[in-house]
């Protein structure tokens, strides 16, 4: 599994770590020519063609925040934290898939940086350890507290999560939660907790929600999913036992699949056993690491 085949990896953007903390080069970016990648609240605008849209700095709102995103052919791109964004809770749109699949695999990758980033800025507008208001710094990869006796630095927080497949005789472990749609199996998964490694996070996860003892844990991939900020940790985990026990409060249902039900499922076959993950998500490509095997 390559950063090249899984979506919001892969962004031609040039993050330019060291213009971030140098004011004079990145006000000298914020003219013109610089971008500013258009959103209609956290989701994407895009354009007829199914691009990205992009204005320019003087689309951003007077009491705006400007994010620095990076550099594409030399021009900056920007990111907008609109006041309205503060405090609000984003709906669930249901025509954002829809719009997404639209995107080259670049622009998708660019999207989810900024929507992670954005959604940051505008839930974190206070200190964690003085609750004084915060202020953007490092281009907006940084907030710091306006309090002088504090000076807390707080950064862009990424959520790690573990998504294993587990395997048993020749069978995947797979899970569905009350969420998903009719007939969608996908593999499990968890947040790693503090003082856990990704491996004792893995056999935790798959013990706690179907009761099933892992030995051998191996990575295969990860997955930024800025929904809000995870970074999802693909797995592969050897089952010793089937048995099953389900956590009826983390899982509607599990059980384990053959290899023909899951490249059924993976072939998109009207009586497949169940509906496979879409190919957004890294579990979809695990599935597919896992049949060509």
């Known amino acids: 599994m390559t950063i090249s085949t899984i979506a919001f990896a ?4 040039d993050r330019a770590d060291h213009i971030r903390t140098d004011a004079d080069k990145l ?3 914020m003219d013109w020519r610089a971008r500013l990648l258009r959103l209609d609240g956290l989701d994407p605008q895009i354009t007829p063609g199914g691009q ?4 320019s700095l003087a689309d951003a709102g007077p009491d705006s925040e400007l994010v620095f995103l990076g550099l594409m052919s030399g021009k900056g791109c920007f990111a907008e934290v609109a006041p309205s964004l503060i405090g609000s809770v984003a709906p669930a749109n249901p025509r954002l898939w829809a719009a997404m699949s639209s995107l080259s695999h670049e622009e998708l990758a660019i999207y989810g940086a900024a929507r992670s980033l954005v959604d ?8 964690a350890r003085c609750g004084n208001p915060t202020v953007l710094a490092k281009g907006g990869w940084q907030r710091n507290c306006t309090n002088d006796v504090c000076k807390g630095e707080h950064y862009p927080r990424v959520d790690p999560v573990t998504i294993m497949l587990v395997e048993h005789g020749g069978r995947l472990l797979l899970g569905r939660q009350p969420r998903f749609p009719p007939r969608r199996f996908s593999a499990l ?3 790693v907790e503090p003082g856990e490694s990704i491996e004792e996070a893995v056999a935790r996860e798959v013990l706690e929600e179907a009761g099933v003892t892992v030995g051998k844990v191996s990575y295969v991939g990860s997955q930024p999913w ?4 995870s970074l999802m940790m693909g797995c592969y985990a050897e ?3 089937d048995g099953l026990t389900i956590d009826r409060t983390e899982l509607e ?4 699949f053959t290899r023909d039900e899951v490249a059924a499922a993976m072939r998109g076959e009207e009586d497949a056993r169940f509906i496979a993950p879409p190919p957004q998500a890294i579990a979809h490509h695990l599935l597919k690491w896992w049949l060509e095997r």
């Not at 505008?122 to 200190?127: D, G, P, Q, V």
């Not at 800025?226 to 900020?229: A, K, L, T, V």
């Open 52 to 55: 990205l849209e992009w204005g």
């Open 239 to 241: 089952a010793l036992d």
């Open 27 to 29: 006000a000298s970016l």
């Open 120 to 127: 940051w800025h505008a839930r974190h507008r206070y200190c």
């Open 226 to 229: 800025p929904f809000p900020s």
């Open 189 to 191: 998964a968890g947040f």
């Open 10 to 13: 892969g962004a031609g953007l």
């Open 253 to 256: 249902e599990a059980d384990w």
